[in-house]
């Protein structure tokens, strides 16, 4: 089982709540699909994440890779137990909330 980090938990949180504000169900049911998919790939094969997403390359950080899930940019650390340490929808400023 994949671990969270605690900003991700309060990243994944902030985002629940606001689809929640916002009456989004669907949106709510997206992004724990998304979560669920991201924690079997990663299971499946830690190396197979990328180094950045696609769309911030300067984001590469030796010991974290990137995978996309549904509309979801996840991070996680690429060590002996895998833990996922960021949640980013695709459009938002990654780099700025890095």
Same mark, same amino acid.
């Given at each position: 089982?994949? &671990?969270?980090?605690? $900003?991700?938990?309060?990243?994944?949180? /902030?985002?629940?709540?606001? *689809?929640?504000? =916002?009456? +989004?169900?669907?949106a709510?049911?997206?992004?724990?699909?998304?979560?669920?998919?991201?924690? &079997?790939?990663?299971? $499946?094969?830690?190396?197979?994440?990328? /180094?950045?997403?696609?769309p *911030?390359?300067? =984001?590469? +950080?030796?010991?974290?890779?990137?995978?996309?899930?549904?509309?979801?940019?996840?991070?996680?650390?690429?060590?002996?137990?895998?833990?996922?340490?960021?949640?980013?929808?695709?459009?938002?400023?990654?780099?700025?909330?890095?």
């Amino acid at each position: 089982m994949i &671990g969270y980090s605690a $900003r991700a938990e309060r990243q994944i949180v /902030a985002l629940r709540h606001h *689809y929640e504000d =916002l009456g +989004r169900t669907t949106a709510v049911c997206a992004l724990i699909a998304a979560l669920d998919e991201a924690e &079997g790939r990663i299971e $499946r094969d830690p190396a197979a994440g990328l /180094a950045a997403p696609r769309p *911030y390359p300067k =984001l590469a +950080r030796y010991g974290l890779a990137w995978i996309k899930s549904g509309r979801y940019w996840i991070a996680y650390s690429t060590g002996q137990s895998p833990v996922i340490v960021g949640v980013f929808f695709e459009t938002a400023n990654i780099p700025r909330r890095m």
